[in-house]
């Protein structure tokens, strides 16, 4: 049991970044997009969440500020995974915290694989928008 115990405290010691600790952050593949999932333990002098993604030999973009909630559970829909030529997606979060300073999540990557077709037709809607 104290093995367990000791696990346990490692884990949450390793997961707390910045303002935020996290206890979980996973993308999944789903239809043309990309789901973020994450959950906060604790959230303290938390400015904000920013989502990244990168490609396996690209930088990290951001895609989107998401401002803390009291409940401390996120979902965040990548609609423009389908966009790129790349199947391999890495996603990071940049935790920002009031006084400017900044921290990274761990990442979670995962193959997204849309067909051409679709990929094509996404970007012949995205012309006329």
Excluded: C
Aim: aromatic fraction near 10%; hydrophobic fraction near 45%; glycine fraction near 4%.
């Amino acid at each position: 049991m104290k093995i367990k115990s000791l696990i346990l405290l490692l884990v949450i010691a390793a997961s707390v970044f910045g303002g935020a600790e996290l206890i979980k952050f996973n993308a999944r593949s789903q239809s043309d997009n990309v789901v973020l999932q994450w959950q906060a333990l604790s959230e303290t002098n938390l400015k904000n969440y920013v989502v990244e993604r990168k490609t396996v030999n690209g930088s990290f973009i951001e895609l989107a500020t998401v401002a803390p909630r009291q409940d401390k559970n996120y979902e965040y829909v990548d609609l423009t995974a389908f966009k790129g030529e790349d199947v391999l997606y890495v996603y990071r979060l940049k935790i920002v915290d009031n006084d400017g300073s900044v921290s990274h999540s761990w990442e979670a990557s995962l193959t997204h694989n849309v067909s051409s077709v679709k990929r094509t037709w996404g970007s012949i809607k995205a012309l006329f928008r």
